[in-house]
């Protein structure tokens, strides 16, 4: 059975940090594709960030220089260090998994900034 299981989020205040995890069970960790994406109220889920089976990276504009995301093979888990916080990041953050035609995800963590 696969699972992908968010945990970190929480409340902040504006410029602050947080680092979200996802860890994984169920599948090949290393050959997928992992995502964050994020969906605010009223607002359509958007990628974050995107890390490849052989690590490249890939960032939304807006938050390039202050999101880094990272894997870590060996514990099945994919981080997002979210720095410079802003009001406007306050979202529920999914963890997504890819490969081929398998598409799974998380069930999502919330993460709030106060100004």
């Known amino acids: 059975q696969v699972q992908l299981v968010e945990s970190g989020g929480g409340l902040v205040q504006a410029g602050g940090s947080l680092r979200l995890s996802c860890g994984t069970t169920g599948i090949l960790f290393r050959t997928y594709a992992m995502g964050w994406y994020r969906q605010a109220p009223g607002k359509q889920r958007e990628l974050v960030a995107a890390?490849?089976?052989?690590?490249?990276?890939n960032y939304a504009d807006s938050m390039k220089g202050r999101f880094t995301i990272s894997r870590d093979n060996a514990k099945n888990t994919v981080y997002l260090q979210m720095n410079s916080l802003k009001p406007e990041d306050t979202a529920v953050y999914y963890c997504?998994?890819?490969?081929?035609?398998?598409?799974?995800w998380g069930r999502g963590t919330q993460v709030t900034v106060s100004s």
């Open positions: 997504n998994a890819k490969w081929g035609i398998y598409d799974y």
């Open positions: 890390i490849a089976s052989v690590n490249s990276t």
